[in-house]
């Protein structure tokens, strides 16, 4: 819980206003929105800045995607700012946080612990939400009027970094805090300290500024003075060597521009350990949920490199003799069954936690987390389609499907948030070697944990297949009903 008391001010007639619109937006479980209206009255500041919907959704016993689909709705209608931050995977630091996607920075540096990373969108990119100012004023949304230690321990850090065990990273944190004081522009400041043998290590986060001492060797019994000063954006000096001994340590700040100094000490044999983060929404994730994609459109992603993913499963499905299908019916009557079965089709790819792209002529282009999801959702699809035959007392929409998954670069295409690269190539290439019913996956997707289990009551044809613009063989797997477990019809 938040230290900061603030009387709570709530613009009442905008707040029902908003709730009202997000309530008909679309169908909600029983509650939900009076769980949020509460959650804004009665919640602290800290807990309505950068709010998390999955732990949201697991304390107020709200599935996951609702709960997402919850904070989207939220921010589409104004209720909410979305926030996309960068998270420094050594120290929670959120080095960067953006409102649209279009400004996010591919490759960021942390002041503190002093290294560069590339962005990726499977990890270490956190999207949240805050309460919109006009709505209830938090302390956080002027960060400028926070303490300093607010400023670093609440503002400037995950709420959600642990160590392994599960302990508090933050709290480990302010055990090694040496000082941390705002300085304003010309002013000094004195400190007395002893700095044993490790490493000192500080940053201006405001400046974007930086220092790295070595402390070793014997421990001096004089006092020796030592400045610091920031000039330019930097700390004169800004590393080097220092004994282990009593300073005065003088702190200048000759900028016009007011400064944040955090100083910490670590021992040297304080090994880093990698972290872990509280269960949070992720960039990939957010890109494959059809909520995003259908109420976010004009998100485009800057620049010519896009942002790299590490896995991404990749599915294609496309109609069989379509061709014909428009020359036996004609035109208005063939794109009436098509324009169906892609509601059908994204239905099944919601329900399986995916997300269209786009679609291709008569063809999908689908994503999803993990392989599990998406030869689900390919099963499933083929039994949909059959029971929309059925329905429509038609053969006509006959459904073939492959999946691959792999590194993938999400870019702009279009006007249209995409996927670009060798993967997306070969599950395309893939998909075209099945037939009428058939789904065709890569070995990556057949080996993947959990699939051979998901397929064991289905017919398994192996093969190599030759694919355009790849040189060797690829290893597939043919997936279609087994005949043996198929229970004859009786009239």
Known sequence: MSSIKQEVKINEELLDEKLEELEKARSWSP????KLENSIRSEDDYSLFRINPLKFGNEKNISEQEAIDLFL????????????????PECGDVVESFSRLRT?????HCNLCQDDFEAVLDDYIEISFTIVQPIRELIFHNPESLSVEDYYFKYAF????????????????????????????????????????????????????????????????????FSLKIVDGEFEPKGGDLSPGKYILELENLTKKRGALFIIHHPHDVSPQMLRFEPFLFGKKLLITQTFRNLFRSEIIEGTEGIGVRDITILFSD???????????????????VR?????????????????????????????????????????????????????????IILKIGIHKGPSIAVTLNERL??????????????????????????????????????????????????????????????????????????
Not at 75 to 87: A, E, H, R, T, V
Not at 104 to 108: C, E, G, P, W
Not at 326 to 331: A, C, P
Request: hydrophobic share 35%; glycine share 6%.
């Open 319 to 337: 109609l069989k003799g379509s061709t014909a299908l428009y020359d036996r019916i004609g035109d208005l009557n063939a794109f009436a069954l």
């Open 73 to 88: 709705y939220g921010s589409k209608i104004g209720l909410f700012d979305m926030n996309w931050q960068l998270l420094c």
């Open 340 to 396: 169906q079965h892609f509601e059908s089709l994204e239905r099944v790819i919601r329900e399986h936690s995916g997300a269209i792209v786009k679609t291709i002529g008569d063809a999908v282009m689908a994503t999803f987390l993990n392989p599990i999801d998406a030869v689900n959702a390919a099963l499933k699809m083929i039994e949909e389609i059959q029971q929309f035959n059925k329905r429509v007392r038609s053969s006509d």
């Open 31 to 34: 509650r939900v929105i009076s």
């Open 158 to 225: 995950s709420q959600g970094t642990l160590f392994p065990d599960g302990s508090n990273f933050v709290e480990w944190l302010k055990s090694l805090t040496k000082i941390i004081t705002y300085l304003e522009p010309n002013e000094k400041k004195q400190y007395e300290l002893e700095i044993p043998s490790g490493y000192l290590r500080g940053c201006d986060r405001m400046n974007r500024a930086e220092f790295l001492f070595n402390v070793s060797g014997n421990t001096d019994k004089a006092i020796h003075k």
């Open 104 to 108: 996010l920075n591919t490759h960021y």
């Open 418 to 491: 995409d996927y670009f690269g060798q993967t997306v190539n070969v599950a395309s290439r893939v998909q075209r070697l099945a037939d009428a019913e058939e789904i065709f996956v890569s070995n990556d997707v057949y080996i993947y944990p959990g699939v051979k289990e998901l397929l064991k009551d289905f017919e398994i044809n192996p093969r190599k297949a030759k694919l355009r613009g790849v040189q060797e063989e690829t290893q597939v797997y043919k997936i279609t009903k087994n005949r043996d477990l198929i229970q004859p019809t009786i009239d």
